[in-house]
Nanobody
């Protein structure tokens, strides 16, 4: 079982920045992939960005060029730097990790962008 602790959400004006962090507890298996998803009210949860243990990244088209995902393997921590935030980025952001033993989700952190 992997426990995930997210932080960094909050309220910001459009055009502003936030940095999300997600720290994973120790895992029996190496954490292969870490990522961020988001869910806005009335919408399905969607992928925002993912990063592999080797540093390969992928982004949703809607955030590419504005968000940057990174990870610190030694700390089992993934970060999401969000710049040029827009009101449509408002959502609950969830951290997810994938290991050989299973996938795990964080409890979510609210990001609200005011216009």
């Amino acid at each position: 079982q992997v426990q995930l602790e997210e932080s960094g959400g909050g309220l910001v004006q459009a055009g502003g920045s936030l940095r999300l962090s997600c720290a994973a507890s120790s895992s029996t298996f190496a954490i292969a992939v870490m990522g961020w998803y988001r869910q806005a009210p009335g919408k399905q949860r969607e992928l925002v960005a993912v990063v592999t243990r080797g540093g390969l990244t992928d982004y949703a088209d809607s955030v590419r060029g504005r968000f940057t995902i990174s990870r610190d393997n030694a700390k089992n921590t993934v970060y999401l730097q969000m710049n040029s935030l827009k009101p449509e980025d408002t959502a609950v952001y969830y951290c997810k990790t994938v290991t050989a033993g299973g996938s795990y989700w964080g409890q979510g952190t609210q990001v609200t962008v005011s216009s």
